[in-house]
């Protein structure tokens, strides 16, 4: 069965730094999206994707933060400088459409890690 | 905005019962879809089941069903014949117009 996948599983980085998390979709679908979730905390939406631009995105997602589908089969978050409470797992997931009654598939996750 | 509501953080269940997780939802929207996520230890995020909210009929997915009441905002997800692997965080969902908003999360334990 088609899966989403997401590399690293994890990634630590020092505060300030940049780091890029990759998400490979399934390879059908035309929805992208990133979620991130705090440790111990809810799942909170940061952005949605279509025809290579944001479609949505919360009020998490701030100018630090960029996505992109650089190669047609990658897809793309990018935190310009990390700070501590950007440490979370973030997640992937795509769909065939936008909305249900089409699914969300969801990724592993990174676990990203600012010390 | 929509928010999602589950009160119980953490709920245990022997192996073989029947346990109920709370979800209460606030939107003044009508049209609408509710879901129930699982989170096994191994972080992936599986849809359990789905709700659309102009249909009365409660959804149903194998031992997975839900009391979905629309007047009173809630949407309970019943388990039953509870299995070592429902063992994971359960997440309640609201998705309205590309906007998804998840509940904090219910820890369930299935202990043997």
């Known amino acids: 069965e088609p899966e989403v996948t997401q590399t690293p599983s994890h990634q630590v980085t020092q505060m300030g730094q940049e780091v890029i998390l990759r998400c490979v979709p399934i390879?059908?679908?035309?929805?992208f999206y990133w979620y991130r979730q705090i440790l111990g905390q809810k799942v909170e939406f940061l952005v949605s994707?279509?025809?290579?631009?944001?479609?949505?995105k919360s009020e998490i997602f701030d100018d630090q933060f960029s996505v992109e589908r650089p190669d047609g089969s990658n897809f793309t978050l990018k935190i310009r400088s990390t700070k501590l409470e950007d440490s979370a797992m973030y997640f992937c997931?795509?769909?065939?459409?936008?909305?249900?009654?089409?699914?969300?598939?969801f990724g592993p996750g990174t676990r990203l890690t600012v010390t | 905005a929509q928010t999602v509501t589950q009160s119980q953080p953490e709920m245990s269940v022997q192996e073989a019962e029947t346990v109920t997780l709370s979800c209460t939802y606030d939107?003044?929207?009508?049209?609408?879809?509710l879901f129930w996520y699982k989170q096994p230890p191994s972080r992936q995020m599986i849809l359990v089941i789905r709700?659309?909210?102009?249909?009365?009929q409660n959804a149903t997915e194998n031992r997975f069903s839900v009391n979905f009441q629309k007047a009173a905002k809630s949407f309970s997800l019943k388990i039953s014949d509870s299995q070592l692997g429902d063992t994971a965080m359960y997440f309640c969902?609201?998705?309205?117009?590309?906007?998804?908003?998840f509940g904090a999360g219910t820890r369930l334990t299935v202990k043997p």
């Open positions: 969902a609201f998705y309205n117009n590309n906007d998804m908003r």
């Open positions: 709700q659309e909210a102009y249909k009365q």
């Open positions: 997931a795509s769909s065939v459409e936008r909305g249900p009654p089409y699914e969300q598939y």
């Open positions: 939107t003044s929207e009508n049209n609408y879809y």
């Open positions: 994707f279509y025809n290579n631009e944001i479609s949505e």
């Open positions: 390879s059908n679908h035309l929805y």
